[in-house]
């Protein structure tokens, strides 16, 4: 009994404050508001993306908001498999060690109705939600696993887990994601690395938002979602303190789990 209770007292996951925290899709929206509040609890961050400049924008803009915080941009196209294994690389290498990896990135196209989508285009589609977190995933826990720690956190969506017309690309994306996530997560406990994972639907005040109400059809339909978050519709600032809190010391009981803060637009 004794030994039971000193195993459940163990502190599994490290604090954040000093750890090595990795933000894929950094640059705006939810990940650049995790990255800043990784930042204000002290840990060191790399962001994330596709383009130099906006890369160095957000540093700044995160230097300006958590003065004297490390901060830094790794370039990295997470669609190609070698490219997210060099960036896994450098960031290990920059970092000492990835103790944390958030996943934020998400569709480049609003919903669209099934007929509306070009059979052309249906790869790329998946392909370009599906592909970023699990190569980042992918690279990241082999190092995770030999240093028995680690904490993932990926931003998946509602759409994976609930039949939604319009979202037939999303969702099934999304829903690939949380199947991937959830079973790596039994796969690596063992390891003491811990995956889990958040399923939003709007959140308001993102690059997401504004595409989808930039579309007639989009924005009909998260209209009516809308309506239905008489909580509020979340924000970044929601998704982003509870991707640190599953990060955090205060969840290393927690694995395979899939969150929705969504205002009450659904239960699922």
Known sequence: MKEQDNNNTQQL??????SGVVVLGGTAGVGFEAAAQFAEQGARVLILGRNDERGAAACEKLRQRVPKSEIGFVRVDATNASD???????????????????????????????HNIAIEDLQQRIEEIMLPPLHMVHATLPAMRKQRSGAIVVVASDAGKIPTPGETMVGSAMGAILIYCKTAALEVKRENV???LLTPSLIAGTPGAELIFNESFSAKMFEKASAMAHLGVADSADQAAMILYLASPAAQRMTGQAISINGGISVI
């Open 13 to 18: 996951a490290r604090p954040i404050s000093g």
């Open 84 to 114: 997210a294994v060099r960036a896994e690389a450098e960031c290990r290498e920059r970092l000492g060690a990835i103790d944390i990896l958030a996943c934020t990135t998400g569709p480049s196209a609003p919903p669209r109705l099934m």
């Open 194 to 196: 811990r995956i889990n």
